[in-house]
T-cell receptor, first 113, second 112 residues
């Protein structure tokens, strides 16, 4: 069965500092990997996705993620966070066609001035 | 832009009531999903549908049913609401392979 682990429940970062959110997955075949962001009171918005090809993918809002098959990881990074990045972030893994996306438990990001 | 609209942002219902949560999408997507979101548990799939009148159980279908009579509308039904169904419910759609899922803004349901 597929699964996603986000080991950090809550991360606090100073504005302007770099950010890395961790995601580890378990999936038997080639995974399709996603990062979503949820601002307070909102639905989920896609930040970026990986299907194949270049293992470093760029997303919206200055985020990027790197797929590392050997480590079963898909960590999200941003070189300099902004106060507006405070939100909850979800990593997800799915099979071909996204029929059953499995989400991690989320990481809540707090930004301090 | 894809629009996924959930009929209510907030709902308060009594234990034992029959509850309908409605989701409408405007982009002719085949697949529609219902998730519930709880703190510390992330998003868990309740049901999904890949075509009109078709449905598949997700990971936590107990206590729920769904209806999809038209392609654009996917309803989640709580036959007899219970307090442990107090949660945030999220509807999502996607058009097919290698695409992203689009989410509604969620319905926060409180069962008292």
């Amino acid at each position: 069965a597929q699964s996603v682990t986000q080991p950090d429940i809550h991360i606090t970062v100073s504005e302007g500092a770099s950010l890395e959110l961790r995601c580890n997955y378990s999936y038997g075949a080639t995974p399709y990997l996603f990062w979503y962001v949820q601002s307070p009171g909102q639905g989920l918005q896609l930040l970026l996705k990986y299907f194949s090809g270049d293992t470093l993918v760029q997303g919206i809002k200055g985020f990027e993620a790197e797929f590392k098959r050997s480590q079963s990881s898909f960590n999200l990074r941003k070189p300099s966070v902004h106060w507006s990045d405070a939100a909850e972030y979800f990593c997800a893994v799915g099979p071909f066609g996204n029929e059953k996306l499995t989400f991690g438990t989320g990481t809540r990001l707090t930004i301090i001035p | 832009d894809v629009k996924v609209t959930q009929s209510s942002r907030y709902l308060v219902k009594r234990t034992g009531e029959k509850v309908f949560l409605e989701c409408v999408q405007d982009m002719d997507h085949e697949n529609m999903f219902w998730y519930r979101q709880d703190p510390g548990l992330g998003l868990r799939l309740i049901y999904f549908s890949y075509d009109v009148k078709m449905k598949e159980k997700g990971d936590i279908p107990e206590g729920y049913s769904v209806s999809r009579e038209k392609k654009e509308r996917f309803s989640l039904i709580l036959e007899s609401a219970s307090t442990n169904q107090t949660s945030m419910y999220l509807c999502a759609t996607l058009s097919g392979v290698n695409t992203e899922a689009f989410f509604g803004q969620g319905t926060r349901l409180t069962v008292v």
